[in-house]
């Protein structure tokens, strides 16, 4: 009480300073915000709600807040006030109306150059596109030490500061609360669709398939629309909604892989969460197996996992696919592949179940033309036809050379290339762009057609005598792929020259009279089978009948349909529309899919640490939703609690730094009448928050948090006995020292034993480099500086940053620590003992809420003997300890509990 009284005593003795105790008529509009204004220590996050809740009630508030500031700018003593008032409000703004913040910062930047402002109003103009008048503001006070920095960013950057999420609900002029379709299958593919070639038409043919399904199709483009050719089909398809990159401020040039699955998480949170994500491109999923928010969706279509070595002549995975499949394996919810021949390599090669994959053929359009001869063939004219891209191994030259020797024998060929794409210069053809150029512009045989759409092609192949699909003996002795060339020449009834291998087999026979046998002369065999087809031409029919399961139809309805079917009737009979917010969602996400993927719909609102990135977007979301889900007792979690219904549910789950200094303000600021329960992720500190807030504990319960134990369930290593690790090591309270300490003792053991650090160093986080983390960085200096002088630790530790796969870095340790002063979980501890690591883990406070006490050593000497102790090596004790985890932390444990309690286990 006494405190209270005090803090008001100073309250109004502060006012008084200011002579702010009796307000003029001008200031008394706005005395509201004024007494938060001179409030200490301010908070501008509640000042900027209370100039939003006022203005929302009254349309001249800010015209009034443009009259108090000039008043109070005035008068020396309130300047801090009108800077407290300017910047709420510029916050508030920002996330209402840019322009509108805009043109209020501009108003009083220069007469109120404060640092926060400055931030706000850059801020503002990049999420604009105004990059110079950014700059420019930058410029009114080049002594704050970050608008150095942010002045050389900019002027070494074209890329634009407004999110890609802004951008695509400008250009869709959608609304977060809008209704959309409940079941939405998405692709995207790392293909080229202005590019016509085997991947673009495959792209083409299985969204055009997918799109008989009873939802909608979301296609995602990785370059912009510059010709419809292969989206022709699609594009007039009602059910197919296609996504450009200029929908997301994106240009010019493609999409890389990091950007798309960037995208295809935004488009994820704006429409409730995809019922399934098809991606095809190997580097692409291997982002894509690392994005916790979308595991267990993903329909993987592998194809480029494998190379052709040109010396040996053999095929071989590519680098990193032995490591990362079994990554594949626990984050993809099916393999989808075009041939028994991947199927049975990823199964033999790579242990992939094999009921995780799903057959899906090439396929094909029903054919629309018959073979039509044409005039040329009374003349005694040959036309052979080839469509497709222009590359060293798919035989283009072979078939010029081919036409070039048949007049030799008496025999007119004229030679049709369809397509536009010719491959680039390789070391063992280094000229061969412009060489092949040269031959389809000047050669006599040749009628070069460039590139035509699908449509055209079809009906420009349709007219010929003969198609051209042999590709050479290196590609065909090893590759596991159906050529979709060879499926639509032989739907047209057409003879196909194709090579001869198991894959061909499979389609067209052993008898088939049209393979080549890439073991002898083509030119030879390739000039007999056109002499035959002309003596002895093949009926279309038999042709046709060959490809008849290769349709867009027949594959939807064999192998398409039972697919989709099979994942919808594992969606909840009652679906829910959740909001899941936070500034971090990394210790969710796993579970956000979890409820995508029962079919709730699921939307996401990304709020910064302390205030709204968007409270446009939360106001929409908070009046749309059934039930709230608060990812940390932070300001999101408060503003929830004071912008929903009573008919609403809403759930905060409590990690650590809610309880930290920093982080106390939020907490008291929930309403806990519009809160159903408070989840914390530990007992201690649950007990702490309930101490420290007054929470009723009827209001409190504790979840854990879960692990992929799973994916880190893996064999070790033969040289993981001796490796000791520790995962991160910032802030200086991670206790490298610690770590440092053991290593030393046990290499005066024995010297096989050595460290590795994983993660990122103290220098490459920014916040260590504030002024109040001087002496920390002076505590890492010393930590290296024992690593050269240190006879015992020299050459005994090994730094490694990002690596593509942790659950792979595993196999490598032997011993994971855990040295800090305090954790509130460390999932280290937890991810390495699920994949066969000893743990060795000091005291710190709570730690036996989480882990057994024989985990934990009390002293130095213990913690030695902990490791030299070979019977915690034992495999029936590492099983034993991996149980620990999967019973108490596995996500089929924890998934249940939070769906119990959210949702009634619905």
Same mark, same amino acid.
């Given at each position: 009480?006494?405190?209270?009284?005090?803090?008001?005593?100073?309250?109004?003795?502060?006012?008084?300073r200011?002579?702010?105790?009796k307000?003029?008529?001008?200031?008394?509009?706005?005395s509201?915000?004024?007494?938060?204004?001179?409030?200490r220590?301010?908070?501008i996050?509640?000042?900027?709600?209370?100039?939003?809740?006022?203005?929302?009630?009254?349309s001249?508030?800010?015209?009034r807040?443009?009259?108090?500031?000039?008043?109070?700018?005035?008068n020396?003593k309130t300047?801090q006030?009108?800077a407290?008032?300017?910047v709420?409000?510029l916050?508030? @703004?920002?996330t #209402?109306d840019?322009? %509108?913040?805009?043109?209020?910062? +501009?108003?009083?930047i220069?007469? $109120?150059? !404060?640092?926060?402002a400055?931030?706000?109003l850059?801020a503002?103009?990049l999420s604009l596109?105004q990059?110079e008048?950014a700059?420019?503001?930058?410029?009114l006070?080049?002594?704050?030490?970050?608008?150095?920095k942010k002045k050389?960013?900019?002027?070494?950057?074209?890329?634009?500061?407004m999110?890609?999420?802004?951008?695509?609900?400008?250009?869709r002029n959608?609304?977060?609360?809008?209704?959309?379709?409940e079941?939405?299958?998405?692709l995207y593919?790392?293909?080229?669709?202005n590019v016509?070639?085997?991947?673009s038409?495959?792209?083409?043919?299985i969204?055009?398939?997918?799109?008989n399904h009873?939802g909608?199709?979301?296609?995602?483009?990785?370059?912009?629309?510059?010709?419809?050719?292969v @989206?022709e089909? #699609?594009l007039?398809? %009602?059910?197919?909604?296609?996504f +450009?990159?200029l929908?997301?401020g $994106?240009? !010019?040039?493609?999409?890389?892989?990091?950007?798309?699955?960037?995208?295809?998480e935004?488009?994820?949170?704006?429409y409730g969460g995809?019922?399934?994500i098809?991606?095809?491109?190997?580097?692409?999923?291997?982002?894509?197996?690392?994005?916790k928010s979308?595991h267990?969706?993903i329909?993987?279509?592998?194809?480029?996992?494998?190379?052709?070595?040109?010396?040996s002549g053999?095929?071989?995975?590519?680098?990193g696919v032995?490591e990362?499949?079994p990554?594949?394996?626990?984050?993809?919810?099916?393999?989808?592949?075009?041939?028994e021949?991947i199927?049975?390599?990823?199964?033999?090669?790579?242990?992939?179940?094999?009921?995780?994959?799903s057959?899906?053929?090439?396929?094909?359009?029903?054919?629309?033309?018959?073979p039509?001869?044409?005039?040329?063939?009374?003349n005694?004219?040959?036309?052979?036809?080839?469509?497709?891209?222009?590359a060293p191994e798919?035989?283009v030259?072979?078939l010029?050379n081919?036409?070039?020797?048949?007049?030799?024998r008496?025999l007119?060929?004229?030679?049709?290339?369809?397509?536009?794409?010719?491959?680039?210069?390789?070391?063992?053809?280094?000229?061969f762009h412009?060489?092949?150029r040269e031959?389809?512009?000047?050669?006599?045989?040749?009628v070069?057609?460039g590139?035509?759409?699908?449509k055209?092609?079809?009906?420009?192949?349709?007219?010929?005598?003969i198609?051209?699909?042999?590709r050479?003996?290196?590609?065909e002795?090893?590759?596991?792929?159906?050529?979709?060339?060879?499926?639509?020449?032989?739907?047209?009834g057409?003879?196909?020259?194709i090579?001869?291998n198991?894959?061909?087999?499979?389609?067209c026979?052993?008898?088939?009279?049209?393979f080549?046998d890439?073991?002898?002369d083509i030119f030879?065999?390739?000039?007999?089978?056109?002499?035959?087809s002309?003596?002895?031409?093949?009926?279309s029919?038999?042709l046709?009948?060959?490809v008849?399961?290769h349709?867009?139809?027949?594959?939807?309805?064999?192998?398409l349909?039972?697919?989709v079917?099979?994942?919808?009737?594992?969606?909840?009979e009652?679906?829910?529309r959740?909001?899941?917010?936070?500034?971090?969602?990394?210790f969710?996400a796993?579970?956000?899919?979890?409820?995508?993927?029962?079919?709730?719909?699921?939307?996401?609102?990304?709020?910064?640490?302390g205030?709204?990135?968007?409270l446009?977007?939360s106001?929409?979301?908070?009046l749309w939703?059934?039930?709230?889900f608060?990812?940390w007792?932070?300001?999101?979690?408060?503003?929830y609690?004071?912008?929903i219904?009573?008919?609403q549910?809403?759930?905060?789950?409590?990690?650590?730094?809610?309880?930290?200094?920093?982080?106390r303000?939020?907490?008291?600021k929930?309403?806990?009448?519009?809160?159903?329960?408070?989840l914390?992720?530990s007992?201690h500190?649950?007990?702490?928050a309930?101490?420290?807030f007054?929470?009723p504990?009827?209001?409190c319960?504790?979840?854990?948090?879960?692990?992929?134990?799973?994916?880190?369930?893996?064999?070790?290593?033969?040289?993981?006995?001796f490796t000791?690790?520790?995962?991160?090591?910032v802030?200086?309270?991670k206790?490298?020292?610690?770590?440092l300490d053991l290593?030393?003792?046990?290499?005066?053991?024995?010297?096989?034993w050595?460290?590795?650090?994983?993660?990122?160093l103290?220098?490459?986080?920014?916040f260590?480099?504030a002024?109040?983390?001087?002496?920390e960085?002076?505590?890492?200096?010393?930590?290296y500086?024992?690593?050269?002088?240190?006879d015992?630790l020299k050459g005994?530790?090994?730094?490694?940053s990002?690596?593509?796969s942790?659950?792979?870095w595993?196999?490598?340790i032997?011993y994971i620590?855990?040295?800090?002063?305090?954790e509130s979980f460390h999932?280290?501890?937890?991810?390495?003992?699920?994949s066969?690591c000893?743990?060795?883990?000091?005291?710190?406070?709570?730690?036996?809420?989480?882990?057994?006490?024989?985990?934990?050593?009390e002293i130095?000497?213990?913690?030695?003997?902990?490791?030299?102790?070979?019977?915690r090596?034992?495999?029936?004790?590492?099983?034993?300890?991996?149980?620990?985890?999967?019973?108490?932390?596995?996500?089929?444990?924890?998934?249940?509990?939070?769906?119990?309690?959210?949702?009634g286990?619905?």
């Amino acid at each position: 009480m006494k405190q209270t009284l005090r803090n008001r005593f100073d309250h109004y003795l502060r006012k008084k300073r200011k002579q702010l105790t009796k307000l003029s008529p001008r200031l008394s509009s706005i005395s509201g915000i004024i007494e938060l204004a001179v409030t200490r220590p301010v908070d501008i996050f509640r000042m900027s709600e209370h100039f939003i809740a006022k203005s929302e009630d009254d349309s001249q508030y800010l015209d009034r807040i443009y009259l108090g500031i000039n008043e109070l700018l005035e008068n020396k003593k309130t300047f801090q006030e009108a800077a407290n008032i300017y910047v709420s409000v510029l916050r508030a @703004l920002r996330t #209402l109306d840019g322009q %509108n913040a805009t043109d209020f910062g +501009e108003k009083f930047i220069h007469q $109120i150059q !404060d640092e926060r402002a400055l931030n706000t109003l850059v801020a503002l103009y990049l999420s604009l596109n105004q990059r110079e008048k950014a700059i420019s503001t930058i410029e009114l006070s080049s002594n704050i030490p970050w608008t150095k920095k942010k002045k050389i960013a900019l002027l070494n950057s074209d890329v634009s500061s407004m999110t890609e999420e802004q951008h695509f609900v400008k250009f869709r002029n959608i609304s977060y609360n809008d209704s959309f379709c409940e079941s939405i299958l998405f692709l995207y593919a790392d293909v080229n669709m202005n590019v016509i070639d085997g991947s673009s038409i495959w792209l083409a043919s299985i969204t055009e398939a997918l799109a008989n399904h009873n939802g909608e199709i979301h296609l995602l483009l990785k370059a912009n629309i510059s010709r419809e050719t292969v @989206l022709e089909p #699609l594009l007039s398809n %009602n059910k197919i909604t296609i996504f +450009e990159p200029l929908e997301f401020g $994106i240009h !010019d040039g493609e999409l890389d892989i990091v950007n798309a699955v960037k995208i295809i998480e935004i488009l994820d949170g704006i429409y409730g969460g995809y019922k399934r994500i098809i991606l095809r491109g190997f580097n692409l999923c291997t982002i894509a197996s690392s994005t916790k928010s979308l595991h267990g969706r993903i329909w993987a279509y592998l194809t480029d996992y494998y190379e052709i070595d040109n010396i040996s002549g053999q095929r071989k995975d590519k680098k990193g696919v032995p490591e990362l499949i079994p990554d594949f394996i626990n984050h993809f919810d099916r393999f989808l592949t075009q041939t028994e021949e991947i199927r049975n390599d990823l199964i033999e090669r790579h242990n992939i179940p094999l009921e995780m994959f799903s057959l899906v053929p090439p396929m094909i359009p029903p054919a629309s033309h018959s073979p039509q001869p044409s005039d040329e063939i009374k003349n005694e004219i040959i036309k052979i036809g080839y469509a497709g891209k222009i590359a060293p191994e798919w035989g283009v030259r072979e078939l010029i050379n081919i036409a070039d020797m048949t007049s030799e024998r008496n025999l007119k060929v004229q030679v049709h290339i369809i397509g536009d794409k010719i491959h680039r210069n390789t070391p063992t053809y280094p000229s061969f762009h412009e060489d092949m150029r040269e031959l389809l512009k000047t050669n006599k045989n040749v009628v070069w057609h460039g590139g035509l759409s699908r449509k055209e092609t079809i009906q420009m192949m349709s007219g010929m005598d003969i198609c051209w699909g042999y590709r050479s003996k290196l590609l065909e002795d090893n590759t596991l792929e159906l050529s979709t060339k060879t499926l639509e020449y032989l739907s047209l009834g057409l003879p196909t020259i194709i090579s001869r291998n198991s894959i061909n087999e499979n389609i067209c026979g052993l008898e088939y009279p049209f393979f080549i046998d890439t073991g002898k002369d083509i030119f030879e065999q390739a000039i007999a089978i056109i002499e035959q087809s002309i003596s002895s031409p093949p009926k279309s029919s038999d042709l046709q009948v060959l490809v008849e399961n290769h349709t867009i139809e027949r594959v939807w309805n064999l192998f398409l349909s039972p697919l989709v079917q099979s994942i919808e009737h594992q969606f909840t009979e009652e679906r829910r529309r959740i909001v899941i917010n936070g500034h971090d969602f990394k210790f969710i996400a796993e579970f956000e899919s979890h409820l995508k993927k029962l079919g709730h719909d699921v939307r996401r609102d990304q709020w910064g640490w302390g205030e709204a990135e968007s409270l446009n977007r939360s106001k929409k979301l908070a009046l749309w939703s059934e039930i709230i889900f608060s990812e940390w007792g932070l300001a999101n979690a408060a503003w929830y609690s004071q912008n929903i219904s009573s008919n609403q549910s809403h759930f905060i789950r409590i990690h650590l730094q809610e309880i930290n200094e920093r982080a106390r303000k939020f907490p008291p600021k929930i309403d806990l009448d519009f809160v159903n329960q408070i989840l914390f992720v530990s007992e201690h500190v649950c007990n702490i928050a309930i101490d420290m807030f007054s929470w009723p504990k009827e209001k409190c319960s504790v979840i854990h948090n879960y692990v992929n134990t799973d994916l880190f369930d893996s064999r070790k290593n033969n040289d993981a006995g001796f490796t000791i690790a520790i995962a991160g090591i910032v802030p200086q309270r991670k206790r490298l020292d610690r770590a440092l300490d053991l290593l030393r003792s046990l290499r005066m053991k024995d010297k096989r034993w050595n460290l590795i650090i994983k993660g990122k160093l103290p220098h490459d986080y920014s916040f260590m480099h504030a002024e109040g983390r001087r002496e920390e960085l002076i505590y890492f200096e010393e930590q290296y500086h024992r690593l050269e002088i240190d006879d015992h630790l020299k050459g005994a530790v090994t730094f490694e940053s990002y690596t593509p796969s942790l659950a792979n870095w595993y196999r490598s340790i032997g011993y994971i620590l855990s040295p800090s002063d305090f954790e509130s979980f460390h999932y280290s501890v937890a991810e390495g003992v699920a994949s066969g690591c000893v743990p060795i883990i000091w005291p710190w406070e709570g730690v036996k809420e989480f882990y057994p006490a024989e985990w934990v050593g009390e002293i130095h000497k213990q913690l030695i003997e902990m490791a030299i102790n070979t019977n915690r090596r034992e495999p029936d004790v590492i099983e034993s300890n991996k149980a620990f985890i999967r019973q108490k932390y596995s996500m089929d444990i924890i998934f249940t509990k939070l769906l119990d309690i959210m949702v009634g286990g619905k």
